[in-house]
């Protein structure tokens, strides 16, 4: 692979929406330079939610230049797709500054083979090292690891022991340059086999942070990314469970079919990482095409430090327990509009 230089470049997340004037293209276009950021997460009480009908939806708005713009006013709707008959409505919006704890967040990096496809030209191994760029300087202690799912015993170079299908590339470090390199040194495995483990890998990596981190001193969290095939689903109960006991975000990022944009997208794949992400308490992201990966991260660094949108919505009727509720969130000021998809299975 040839060597790439980085530079701080300004990132998007969720290639979602919006121009600033009446252009005439849909907010969603992925070839719409104007579009504006929007990254959803979703947080359900299950205590609560059968008597209160309440959700919280996480949200970056942000420019296609990265900048996060959550501190500025949005009118904020819901519209839903399922269940038809439940209508939400906006009870409260405001900005939730994180605290001043560093983090500590593991990128984990798909390079099976079907990322030959999905990323031809690996510009996944760039964004890895932009966002390396804009995350290390939000706060003083935050630092990066580097994993990668694809390696088997058969591969070249073998999985890390302890890691199923993974391979520990470079532990923590608090400088974005080595970050960068060791991401820049990767590329896909065109013979990898199993398809790709990444609940196992997911878990394997909360455990070590778990053994190598203070949930006390720091956040913890991994940045995801990938086309969105697991192939080891059987395991997610697992990981959610691992997520939760050690305070383990996992932010998702989806290319290909694993986006909720472009021509190759889906349904499937993209309700896998957006279940994956509000499991764990982190947020869902897709980019349109792989150039887009390295503008679709720096409003998520950018977030460690400026916190989010937090808005607070109520379903009547409440729906009843298993169904599926999903729609779009659309957030709208003087620049634009920025929407994107949400759901979550009713607890």
Known sequence: MTSRQFYPLALLLVLAAAC?????????????????????????????????????????????????????AWE?????????????????????VPDTRPWSIAIDIDNTGSMSG????????????????????????????????????TSDPPETPGFPGSRLVMGWSATAPPIAAAAAALSAYPDAVGGSRIYRSLERITAWIDTTTSAVDEHRGILLLTDGRPSDEDLRATLFAAAQATGTRVFAVGIGPGSDRGGDTDPASVQELQLIANQTGGLYVGAATPERLSGLLDALATSTSEGVILARFRLDPIPAAGLTVGGTVRMENERGVAQAPWSFVAP
Request: charged share 20%; no cysteine.
């Open 20 to 72: 600033g004037d009446d252009t005439g293209l849909d907010p969603n276009d992925p070839d719409n330079p104007d579009a504006l950021g929007l990254a959803v997460g979703v947080r359900v009480d299950p205590a609560t939610f059968p008597s209160t009908g309440e959700f919280v939806l996480e949200l970056i708005p942000s420019t296609p230049e990265g900048q996060s713009l959550v501190t500025e």
């Open 76 to 96: 904020t709707t819901a519209g839903l797709t399922a269940p038809a008959s439940s209508v939400a409505t906006l009870l409260s919006q405001e900005l939730a």
């Open 118 to 153: 999905n990323d031809p030209e690996d510009l996944r191994l760039d964004a890895a090292g932009f966002f390396a760029q804009a995350f290390i300087p939000q706060t003083a202690g935050n630092r990066l690891a580097v994993f990668e799912i694809g390696p088997t015993t």
